[in-house]
Every structure is written in structure tokens, then in C-alpha cells.
């Protein structure tokens, strides 16, 4: 199956993941997930490696009449029980790492 642009933005909207965060996730560079997300073209295996990244944290693709995207049973489930579809998932999360100090914390 391939991955779409908008299905990667989608993606990102339900895990609540940053472009920054996804490139991190698929060891892309933010420029490459941003390309791609406009509609460029990049190498298959780049796109894999988005792909993969993103369902990892919890994502699956559909591609039916229309292309879409849905949260995993389990990463749904954990969304409803917090009460919030937007809050990111424990993979999302995952993804990002451990929070860095702001401000003067540096």
C-alpha cells in the first residue's frame, strides 16, 4: 500500500505528533517530511520509513474508495479512556522522548 501526503497529515493530526517529531520517528529530515506532505516526490524507501514510523505510533492506513487513516484499537481505546482524542498517544509520545527543561531550566 502506499502512503499518501495527506494521509501522513492526517496521521500526524491523530497522534498529535509535529512534523518535527515524525522526522525524529523515521530519521528523515523535517525538510523531507514537509516535502513529501506538499506532494513531492522522494525515494520509496523514504516514504516507508514514514509510513513505518507512524504506525509504529499507533496508526493504520486504509485504502478503500477513499484513502484514509484510523487509530489502532488499542491506541483508540487508550484515547478514550484519558477523555481526549487529541492528547498523543504513549507511542506518540514515545516518539518524542523525555521532555527537555525550558527557559532558564537549560
Known amino acids: 500500500m502506499i502512503l ?32 513529501f506532505e506538499r506532494g513531492e516526490e522522494l525515494k520509496e524507501r523514504t516514504i516507508d520509513a514514514l509510513k513505518q ?20 484499537k488499542a491506541t483508540a481505546a487508550r484515547q478514550v479512556r484519558s477523555g481526549s482524542a487529541v492528547k498523543p498517544t504513549r507511542a506518540a509520545k514515545a516518539i518524542r522522548g523525555p521532555k527537555r527543561p525550558r527557559g532558564n531550566d537549560r
Open 53 to 72: 514510523a507512524l504506525e509504529a505510533a499507533g496508526v493504520e492506513f486504509t485504502n478503500g474508495d477513499q484513502p484514509g487513516v484510523r487509530l489502532a
Open 4 to 35: 499518501l501526503p495527506v494521509q501522513c497529515r492526517m496521521a500526524r493530526a491523530a497522534l498529535g505528533l509535529g512534523v518535527r517529531e515524525l522526522a525524529v520517528a523515521a530519521k528523515v529530515s523535517v525538510d523531507t517530511v514537509a516535502r
